[in-house]
């Protein structure tokens, strides 16, 4: 496919967006029509749609609309390249550019920001001055972050076997365990490296607030909202104990008996938690906020009633899941969104509704190029 014809199947994918359908139906509805397109051609239309979700607003502003005309115009102009270039109208390239379509539209503030009006008023309440930041990482692509299983490999040993598959891969401060990937990121899932359980995707943040907690040797361990298994996982990569997994819906952890014995630890699946444990982990459904580099369309269809459901459901999970642990254990809650609804204020409603536990330690991590925005806070029982 020419560049102009990739631009002219973006903006058919945008518009089946625009109409309602998720994302990657649409890239994948595509797909199956096109059966001339490559692996080239696919990942380049991903890039343009991704690339659009992240700053629909700016693209729109840019473009002059929000027809998937109208965004991948505002999506070239945001790259800095002419979409005279691309809009040509030879072969199967779209249409030229109309007289309207070349005039000059300049984004305003609010656009170039990327978030709705409301949520950018969160973001302020949230992260004071670190809001405009966190909504500029929002616009790009996040880092490729692997997570080098220590039960298998050093992290050098890893990077060495990466890089005779064809994958550069780099040591990074924020975890231990973590190393990002600079070249070769398509050949991650069918490496042997991954196939032998030498390492996991998992993002940076993520990593870090695994090796954050800390349980006694020996210790019973409960992923209670387990869904893939990624975050139990890493806890029993560095810990000697026994691991439980739980998620309210079971087929989520399909894949984890797989995934841990790739790995070489043991996990076991739980329908129903029973006995009680040293440490259960919650990482709660929530906005996804930190994360919406990797999931664009989150940002756009999240609303302050969805917001309100979310934290009542987190609060639920957390008065559920204290009920599991032992006396003198630790309940670890955490999320992957920067909103001191889903975080700080969560906790506070907890604590003041369950005398019995006190609060240990709550961190954040910033979305960074090293890892998404992510909370974490640890209490302990003091009775019972």
């Known amino acids: 496919m020419t560049p ?3 631009v002219a199947a973006a903006i058919e994918v945008l518009d089946k967006i625009r109409s309602g359908m998720p994302a990657e139906k ?3 509805n595509w797909a199956r029509g096109a059966r001339y397109a490559g692996s080239k051609d696919r990942a380049a239309l991903r890039d343009h749609v991704f690339s659009v979700l992240r700053c ?3 693209c729109a502003a840019r473009g002059g609309g929000e027809s998937g005309r109208a965004l991948m115009i505002g ?3 945001e790259q800095g390249l002419d979409p005279e270039a691309f809009f040509t109208g030879d072969g199967h390239a779209p ?5 309207a379509e070349r005039g000059a539209f300049v984004p305003d503030a609010a656009a170039v920001r990327d978030l709705p009006d409301w949520l950018w008023a969160r973001f302020v309440a949230s992260l004071g001055d670190a809001a405009e930041a966190a909504a500029q990482a929002l616009r790009a692509r996040a880092p490729i972050m692997l997570r080098v299983n220590l039960r298998r490999a050093t992290r050098n040993d890893a990077i060495a076997r990466l890089a005779d598959e064809g994958i550069v891969a780099q040591p990074v401060d924020i975890a231990q365990s973590a190393l990002q990937v600079i070249e070769g990121e398509r050949k991650v899932s069918g490496s042997l490296s991954f196939a032998e359980g030498w390492i996991e995707l998992q993002d940076g943040s993520s990593q870090a607030a695994m090796e954050a907690i800390v349980a006694p040797q020996g210790a019973r361990v409960l992923d209670y909202c387990a869904g893939g298994g990624g975050k139990v996982l890493a806890l029993a990569a560095r810990m000697h104990g026994k691991f439980f997994a739980h998620d309210v819906a079971p087929a989520r952890m399909r894949d984890l008996p797989v995934r841990a014995a790739r790995a070489g630890v ?3 699946t739980m329908e129903r938690p029973e006995g009680r444990f040293d440490l259960v982990l919650c990482d709660a459904p929530c906005s996804g906020s930190g ?3 990797r999931s664009p369309e989150a940002k756009w269809a999240l609303t302050p009633g969805r917001l309100a459901e979310l ?5 639920h999970i957390l008065s559920e899941a204290a009920a599991l642990v032992a006396p003198g254990g630790k309940l670890a809650y955490a999320t992957c969104s920067v909103l001191n609804e889903e975080n700080q204020c969560v906790i506070d409603r907890f604590l003041s509704e369950f005398s019995d536990w006190r609060l240990i330690e709550m961190r954040h991590w910033p979305i960074s190029d090293e890892g998404d925005g992510f909370f974490l806070a640890q209490l302990t029982r003091v009775s019972r």
């Open 4 to 6: 102009g014809a990739r």
């Open 26 to 28: 649409a890239l994948t």
């Open 56 to 58: 629909w607003r700016s």
């Open 75 to 77: 999506a070239l102009r």
């Open 95 to 99: 249409e030229i550019l109309t007289e």
């Open 266 to 268: 043991d996990v076991q």
């Open 291 to 293: 994360t919406w580099r």
């Open 311 to 315: 934290t009542e459901v987190q609060v």
